[in-house]
């Protein structure tokens, strides 16, 4: 293990680790990073969520050999985009000209600028610039051959920048025009953009920067890579993508809300076939065009998996990000250190209460599917409970009267006794603690221990009552062999089955 603190805190003002026990919820709801000092120097996390990853700094073990660097689990990399790279694509064949459905998973704490995920242009300002975009994860919008739509239908509404992992799906046709924008797989606005139109082969797509010509003229702060956009004359300002992207996929139909659905469940592990290893996407149908799963985790180029060769070149050094799934036991997903996982907290059915194969059984399949028969986890099968122990037979008393009017006497008393116990002893704790919750503040300022022991409490808690479900696709800086829950702070989207409804208003005129 590395060392986490120094051998002595002379002169140290602050001290942040950064894990787990070191994020606490402040008062008034903010999350701060704890000083671990007793100067109490908190750093307030101002974002709406932080972005976790794994930590690549040069550390040493007290021994002097190098930290081990994070090690990428089954769920791979994600690539990380900002105003110093340019993913692009020139001369993109076969792009889809009359009906296309663009897919990915976004994460990103940026709610400055208006990022933009997807941009393919086919010439130049004004004139097929905007071929296919994808702006403004902020509140999405969508462009098709120059038509934005009008201001009262620009915008969508919808953002993605709150630090959590989110599916997008973005769907267009052109016999009717209609745009649909879908968020972890629900249907979230409907538009019409560029009726009767087709959308030419050959332009350059470019992924988290907008362009206003083929392969630059970016709207970009100044000091961004490639070529910039005199600032001034931007007409939205900087649009770069600051987050991270993951499973791209270009479709050459409109792929129905039950294949979008599917799609999302697949990327996440719960696939056909269940695990990473066999996602449930078959790379070679017909109607994929293009497919960046972003897991070479090296090099500068992000190889199109279909084998159509629409491969991505990075201009400049990538930084790939390790992604892993957070397991947590009990959603019916084998996933991280799991050996099984059936759907319930129940021991005694073949796949323990902790997600490991009893003794005796063996699992297979998502949700996994437990028959006796097999070696399960080792030892051997515990013995069965021990009955109840026999009673004596009644026998004939011999105690007289007066002993069993004494003895019931003191029995009686010994009730009373008990029974005024048992309700001053609980009425005295609770007075006890309404008083010490009461001054809590005043107790903490004179017993720092005191309040990082409840905070251990209340994570240890929140982690064993955490309930499962939702979507937890991640990049974190935790051990993943030994992580089984989620920590409360990287909470994920609130728990809900694909594809159902949420706190979304109704589409007008639709009947949804």
Known sequence: MMRERPDTEAGLVALYIFDVEGIKEASNGELVAMDRTAKKNHLELRSNSPQWVYSTAPLVKPDGTPVDAPAVGAAGYALALHDKQVLILPNFQDFPSDAITVEFWMQSIDTCRPGVPFSYAHGKYEKEDNSFLIFNYNSFGVSVMEDEGQLSDHLSGVATTDGLWHHIAVTWESSTGTVILYLDSREVWRVNRGKGKKIPSGGTLVIGREQDCQGGCFDSAAGAAGKVSVVDDQEYGPQDFFGLIEEMRIWKVVRTPEEIRQGMVADDGRGAGGGFDTPGIDKDHKDLVAYWDFNKGSGYMIKDVTNHGHDLIASQPPKWEVVRWLSTCGNGVVEGSEQCDDGDLVDGDGCSSICRIEPGYTCTGNPSKCTKGGSGGGGSTPPPAPG??????????????????????????????????????PMFVLVLGGVVFAYRGAVYEQFPQVEAAVGALQAAVGGVLKKPGGNRYAALSLDPEELDISPEFLSPTPARPPGSSGPYSPIPGSSL
């Open 388 to 425: 109840p122990a026999p009673q004596p037979a009644p026998g004939p008393s011999s105690a007289k009267p007066d002993d069993a009017a004494r003895g019931g006497g003191s029995s009686g008393q010994r009730h009373g006794g008990a029974i005024a116990a048992a309700v001053l002893v």
